[in-house]
């Protein structure tokens, strides 16, 4: 790793909140071996990205007026996330559309609506007493893309290691994947929701559903889709609170 690279490196984490590294010992060493680690890059070893114990106050402090990536130069709001820090159940969408870049809020437009009911509803014909504001709600992307064009890969993946810590903040029973851009960044496959979806997969160590995200529902030719996603939540919601 060149001066360059380590440089970018080290202003990356510290931009994610990080503000020591430490290095590996060396080992005592016969001559040879010394040679050959004289020749081999010294890597910094970084702390993980979810340090034990952080809260969702903690990261989105981290967050703080984000510029990490392109999508902060249209946004109006970053929108975190909200629902109960202790939720049994995240839901993970794409990314802030029109009125959630205006409300500071995930899912609150129409397929958020629909979110709503699908969660509340199923809950209540299921007989279990659950509200929407008991379960976590947020983004793979914590800033509105222009014209709600899908995130570009390096935008995922810079704003992915703050998902990553919400959800290992919350360390919820189960995650559900809304669409394909989240099941990609969660689980890091590119195949289409239809093939994905009805099946339970894992991050990390927490069992993860995958189900069409709320406004391919909202197309009126989706009837089909509509009940399949709600087979998933019935599935997801029994799994949990059962
Ligand atoms: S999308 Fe995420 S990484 Fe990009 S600017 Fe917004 S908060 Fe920062």
């Not at 440089?7 to 040879?32: C, H, I, M, N």
């Not at 899908?150 to 935008?155: A, G, S």
């Not at 991050?203 to 009126?220: A, F, K």
Request: neutral net charge; charged residues 30%.
């Amino acid at each position: 790793m060149d001066p360059e690279q380590l440089r970018q490196y080290l202003s990356f984490y510290q931009d994610l909140g990080f503000t020591s590294l430490y290095r590996r010992e060396r080992k005592e060493a016969a001559p040879q071996e010394l040679e050959e680690q004289a020749a081999m890059p010294i890597l910094p070893v970084v702390p993980p990205l979810a340090p034990e114990g952080e809260t969702l106050e903690q990261i989105r402090a981290d967050i703080g007026d984000c510029r990490r990536c392109r999508l902060h130069e249209a946004r109006h709001s970053i929108v975190f996330g909200s629902g109960n820090e202790q939720a049994k159940v995240v839901f993970v969408g794409e990314g802030p559309g029109a009125d959630e870049d205006a409300q500071g809020l995930p899912f609150v437009g129409r397929a958020g609506q629909l979110l709503t009911q699908m969660i509340e509803g199923t809950a209540k014909r299921e007989g279990i007493p659950l509200l929407r504001r008991d379960v976590y709600i947020c983004n793979v992307v914590k800033c509105r893309p222009p014209e709600n064009r899908t995130p570009e890969p390096d935008e995922m993946e810079i704003c992915g290691q703050f998902l990553f810590r919400q959800l290992v903040a919350i360390h919820p029973k189960a995650i559900c994947a809304l669409g394909a851009t989240a099941a990609r960044a969660l689980l890091g496959r590119k195949e289409g929701v239809t093939r994905l979806r009805g099946n339970w997969y894992k991050w990390r160590d927490i069992p993860l559903m995958v189900t069409y995200h709320p406004s391919y529902l909202l197309r009126p030719y989706n009837q089909d889709a509509k009940r399949e996603a709600w087979e998933d939540l019935k599935k997801v919601l029994h799994f949990v609170y059962d």
